[in-house]
């Protein structure tokens, strides 16, 4: 069965430390995003991709970064943690650019910054 | 533009009882909507959606929501709620910009069923 996976599931870094977060999809979709959850805020973009090659910032892009060589992968890349990003990151993907595709999300990744 | 807001970030309803979680839309163009749930420490997935083919849509578990464009309404229902039924419920709406998919989502509803 075609899936979304993440890993690691869980991650405490320090701060400044660079991280990636690791975004698999084997549903041959063009389009991935990454979003973070946190207590009031809901789910928020941060960067998505429509596909190979293609990144383009969300709405809280700051101090994150994405690459796309390939259809399957959208690696999330913090460049220097800081505490402000420790939240939940939730990978997603949707097969193209209608609008009544939904979007299938993997499991989620919880990042801690100390 | 676009916007979602679902109000009520809590809402509590006894075992068996009508669950109603509200949703209302902006969009300047037709919207797509979805309603998503997530159980805890889950990823979310899809309850149901709607694409314009009928206004009443009925999705996984037991639950609909009805379209009202007068209301610009999506509120999700269920007649009876089940204790397997405690999860977080976001509302989203899609449309194309530029010639690509924005979606937008509602920062959530937790419902918590009480036995």
């Known amino acids: 069965d075609a899936e979304i996976t993440q890993s690691p599931r869980h991650k405490i870094t320090e701060t400044g430390r660079q991280v990636t977060l690791a975004c698999h999809q084997t549903w041959n979709h063009n389009n991935m995003f990454w979003y973070r959850q946190d207590l009031g805020h809901g789910l928020r973009l941060i960067h998505y991709s429509y596909g190979v090659q293609d990144t383009n910032k969300g709405e809280v892009s700051d101090g994150y970064s994405v690459s796309r060589s390939n259809t399957e992968d959208l690696p999330l890349t913090l460049e220097s943690a800081a505490s402000s990003q420790t939240s939940v990151y939730f990978c997603a993907s949707s097969p193209g650019h209608q609008s009544f595709y939904e979007q299938y999300f993997g499991p989620g990744t919880r990042l801690t910054v100390t | 533009a676009q916007s979602v807001t679902q109000l009520g970030s809590h809402v509590s309803v006894s075992e068996g009882a009508l669950v109603l979680l509200r949703c209302n839309y902006s969009?300047?163009?037709?919207?797509?909507l979805f309603w998503y749930v997530q159980y805890p420490n889950q990823g979310l997935q899809l309850l149901l959606k709607?694409?314009?083919?009928?206004?009443l849509v009925k999705g996984i578990n037991g639950f609909e929501a009805e379209f009202k464009k007068s209301e610009t309404s999506f509120h999700l229902t269920k007649p009876s709620a089940h204790m397997s039924d405690a999860a977080e419920y976001f509302c989203?709406?899609?449309?194309?910009?530029?010639?690509?998919?924005?979606?937008?989502f509602g920062t959530g509803t937790k419902l918590q069923v009480i036995p």
């Open positions: 989203a709406v899609s449309r194309l910009s530029g010639g690509y998919q924005k979606v937008t």
């Open positions: 969009s300047s163009v037709p919207p797509y």
């Open positions: 709607y694409t314009s083919a009928a206004t």
